[in-house]
């Protein structure tokens, strides 16, 4: 039986990716297997974002070297955005790597598997997208769905456009087509993936009917037995009235929105080449909470930027309390090959100051998002169950539509969407127990 083993690392994107790929394999008759060390095909889809998602990689993949000096039938294979950025010099650096190939080239991974090859082969073209391979999901209930690839903006700091290509829509009916079937199949919610969502619509395939992201999020909320709509990443300059009231209007919109605001100095912002400035993004936030008042919000933050002063720094911070994110994630600035702002090696912020900033970014957001998540205390919140609690598994986890986790007391099934009444929150969690109400229906 010819078994494989992937790991994944990076985004949502890759995650999908890599579905894709499994679905790929086990119709090509491969089996999955939790242990790398007794997988025939071992495959890695790689992340590039920052210098920390190459070093892990690698570690990976030396491990996988030594597998293969045992075996020397086990095939490695190296997939994602790191191959990408280095393309054929994956097998200059690692030349026990057999196969490689990008983000757009999931496929050519079966005709590299079906051929006789016996030489390594590197597959890095852009095709747009390469979809229709069936997704092998980790959860049946949950499904991500991908509405573009690429992105066409220009963050000086930002690897993705050169691993990932220019935008690349799929057709609006496409996509319903495709939740339709998932919704069919038993998915509850559904997660829309693209670098720039609410971009969608402007770079259809093939040259077909332009499209909106706000209509997009109405086709699917049409659609019976859908019950959450997700999406991730939406770009603040993109970010227009259309999509804020779709979120009030459309009951399987969540009422979350990853917004990232990357700086709070707009002298930064300009130097990342992020298109808005404080004040703008701070306009957003006023919109989006106008019509959806209790909306939660979280963000990515980078701290560090090349030429980023203490007063740049501080306006970050004070965006950051102002808002009061619901969460957020924090990254130092890691310089990227190929990538206009590594060439500002000058004004590189030294390390240690990186880390003294990112303690204090870290103590206001998660100060701010304590707070926040206070709001929930007391009321009653449908939880789409996940699985049991990781700390104690008498207890249940799931997530609320503001994408709180919640670990309760109470008896249900992965996929149930159950009423949970929040007993208690911190800046990551809340906690709760299912209401009596539900229990007495369950029971
Ligand atoms: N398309 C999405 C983000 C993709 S990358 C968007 O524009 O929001 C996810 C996050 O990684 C970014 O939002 C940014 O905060 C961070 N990031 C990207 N490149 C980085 C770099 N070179 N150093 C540190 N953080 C980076
Ligand atoms: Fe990178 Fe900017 Fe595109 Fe996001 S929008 S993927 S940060 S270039
Ligand atoms: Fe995602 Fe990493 Fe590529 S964050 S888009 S897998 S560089």
């Known amino acids: 039986m010819r078994s494989y083993h992937v790991t994944t690392f990076g985004c949502q994107m890759n995650e999908h990716d890599s579905e894709r790929m499994k679905g790929m394999l086990e119709s090509l008759g491969y089996t999955e297997t939790d242990a790398v060390e007794r997988a025939g095909l071992i495959l890695f889809n790689t992340c590039s974002i920052r210098e920390k998602a190459d070093s892990r990689f690698v570690a990976h993949l030396r491990q996988a070297?030594?597998?293969?000096?045992?075996?020397?039938e086990v095939v490695i294979g190296v997939g994602g955005c790191w191959a990408q950025s280095v393309k054929d010099d994956v097998f200059r650096q690692f030349p026990f790597v057999d196969v490689a190939f990008g983000p757009g080239q999931v496929h050519k991974l079966a005709e590299f598997l079906t051929s006789d090859s016996l030489t390594a082969q590197g597959f890095f073209e852009f095709e747009g997208f390469t979809g229709h391979l069936p997704a092998k999901r980790g959860r049946a209930f949950q499904a991500w769905v991908q509405i573009s690839v690429g992105c066409n903006m220009k963050c000086s700091y930002c690897i993705v456009p050169s691993t990932r290509g220019r935008e690349v829509d799929r057709p609006l009916d496409e996509l319903v087509a495709e939740v339709r079937a998932q919704v069919a199949e038993g998915v509850r919610e559904v997660t829309l993936l693209g670098q720039n969502v609410n971009a969608y619509g402007r770079h259809v395939r093939d040259?077909?009917?332009?499209?909106?992201?706000?209509?997009?999020?109405?086709?699917?909320?049409?659609?019976?037995?859908?019950?959450?709509?997700?999406?991730?990443?939406?770009?603040?300059?993109?970010?227009?009235?259309?999509?804020v009231v779709a979120h009030a209007r459309l009951a399987s919109v969540c009422p979350h929105m990853h917004l990232p605001l990357q700086s709070g100095s707009s002298r930064i912002l300009k130097a990342m080449r992020r298109t808005y400035d404080r004040e703008r993004f701070l306009d957003r936030v006023a919109l989006i909470r106008e019509h959806n008042p209790d909306i939660a919000l979280t963000t990515d933050v980078i701290v560090g930027f090349p030429g980023e002063t203490e007063a740049d720094f501080e306006e970050t911070l004070e965006v950051c309390e102002e808002v009061g994110f619901d969460g957020a994630f924090t990254f130092i600035y890691s310089p990227r090959r190929g990538t206009e702002a590594a060439a500002f090696a000058e004004d590189f912020v030294p390390h240690e100051v990186c880390v003294a900033r990112m303690d204090r970014l870290v103590e206001v957001v998660q100060r701010r998002a304590a707070e926040q998540a206070r709001r929930f205390v007391g009321r009653t919140l449908d939880v789409l169950v996940e699985g049991t609690s990781r700390t104690d598994p008498s207890r249940l986890r799931g997530r609320t539509g503001h994408n709180k986790v919640v670990n309760f007391a109470g008896l249900a099934d992965p996929g149930d969407l159950v009423p949970v009444q929040i007993t208690g929150a911190t800046s990551q969690t809340l906690t709760g127990e299912m209401s009596l109400l539900a229990r007495a229906a369950a029971g």
Request: hydrophobic share 35%; charged share 35%.
């Open 65 to 72: 070297a030594a597998h293969k000096r045992r075996d020397p």
């Open 207 to 243: 040259g077909g009917p332009a499209a909106s992201f706000a209509r997009l999020l109405a086709e699917l909320d049409a659609i019976d037995g859908l019950d959450r709509i997700r999406y991730t990443s939406p770009h603040p300059q993109d970010m227009k009235e259309d999509v």
